[in-house]
């Protein structure tokens, strides 16, 4: 096997999706029969095009969406399989990946109310609830992490409202779950690929064009990046 960015995120998150958590270093080294100083390397140079975020002592994989492997507000189940989801955005992501029905629990704004999403078929229901996005993309990798962390699910606009006075945080663009649905499948949909890689910023304006995610939030800088 040719090692290239490709490879190593397709290897991560197979493993993720049939085991439900990322492989360790090691389990990378004798998956691809590389010594750890390779893989290491390997790994870093993705973390370093944002295709996997690893623990900034150990270096073991923290993440790679829209699989998390440390706990979050966002539980993924199917098939009698679970995963933890980064976000909202990476959740649906997951299922998306999964091809299957699936169910998603949360709880709304990561506070008391929990909700349960199910996927049947394709389709999403209940389809009344929100999500909210308050970090810009342009601004997304400044701490993924956080920004993951606030992408979540809402009952109305009213209650996105509240919350980000509540916990002073900006309010920026709010989608509705369809809207998010329909997005995850297609900016997640190669993400088992060997031949993966990221979005250009050209191919991310026009995703996020397709799915009428405008304004703002949405705003991409005329750079080379990837994203």
């Given at each position: 096997?040719?090692l290239?960015?490709?490879?190593?995120?397709a290897?991560i998150?197979?493993?993720?999706?049939?085991?439900?958590?990322?492989?360790?270093?090691?389990?990378?080294?004798?998956?691809l029969?590389?010594?750890?100083?390779?893989?290491?390397?390997?790994?870093?140079?993705?973390?370093?095009?944002?295709?996997?975020?690893?623990?900034?002592?150990?270096?073991?994989?923290w993440?790679m969406?829209p699989?998390?492997?440390?706990?979050t507000?966002?539980?993924?189940?199917?098939?009698?399989?679970?995963?933890?989801?980064?976000?909202?955005?990476?959740s649906?992501?997951i299922?998306?990946l999964?091809?299957?029905?699936?169910?998603?629990?949360t709880?709304?704004?990561?506070?008391?109310?929990?909700?349960v999403?199910q996927?049947?078929d394709?389709?999403?229901?209940?389809t009344?609830?929100r999500v909210?996005?308050?970090?810009?993309?342009?601004?997304?990798?400044?701490n993924?992490?956080?920004?993951?962390?606030?992408?979540?699910?809402?009952?109305?606009d009213?209650a996105v409202?509240a919350?980000?006075?509540?916990?002073?945080?900006?309010r920026?663009?709010?989608?509705?779950?369809s809207?998010?649905?329909?997005f995850?499948?297609?900016?997640?949909?190669?993400?088992?690929?060997?031949?993966?890689t990221?979005?250009?910023?050209?191919?991310?304006?026009?995703?996020?064009?397709?799915?009428?995610l405008t304004?703002p939030?949405?705003?991409?800088?005329?750079?080379?990046?990837?994203?």
């Amino acid at each position: 096997m040719t090692l290239t960015h490709g490879t190593l995120h397709a290897t991560i998150a197979r493993h993720f999706l049939h085991h439900g958590t990322a492989p360790t270093i090691a389990q990378l080294c004798e998956r691809l029969a590389l010594d750890r100083a390779t893989v290491a390397t390997a790994l870093q140079a993705l973390a370093d095009y944002h295709g996997v975020v690893l623990h900034p002592t150990s270096g073991e994989i923290w993440a790679m969406h829209p699989f998390s492997a440390a706990p979050t507000s966002f539980w993924v189940e199917s098939q009698g399989r679970g995963w933890w989801g980064n976000c909202a955005w990476c959740s649906l992501g997951i299922a998306a990946l999964l091809a299957a029905d699936a169910t998603i629990t949360t709880t709304l704004g990561a506070e008391s109310e929990q909700v349960v999403l199910q996927i049947r078929d394709g389709a999403l229901a209940p389809t009344d609830y929100r999500v909210h996005f308050p970090i810009p993309m342009a601004r997304a990798w400044e701490n993924v992490t956080y920004t993951c962390s606030t992408m979540l699910v809402f009952a109305s606009d009213a209650a996105v409202d509240a919350w980000c006075a509540r916990h002073a945080m900006p309010r920026g663009d709010v989608q509705s779950i369809s809207t998010v649905w329909a997005f995850a499948q297609a900016w997640y949909g190669r993400h088992l690929d060997s031949e993966w890689t990221k979005w250009t910023t050209e191919e991310a304006r026009a995703l996020f064009a397709r799915f009428g995610l405008t304004g703002p939030t949405w705003e991409l800088p005329a750079t080379e990046e990837r994203f």
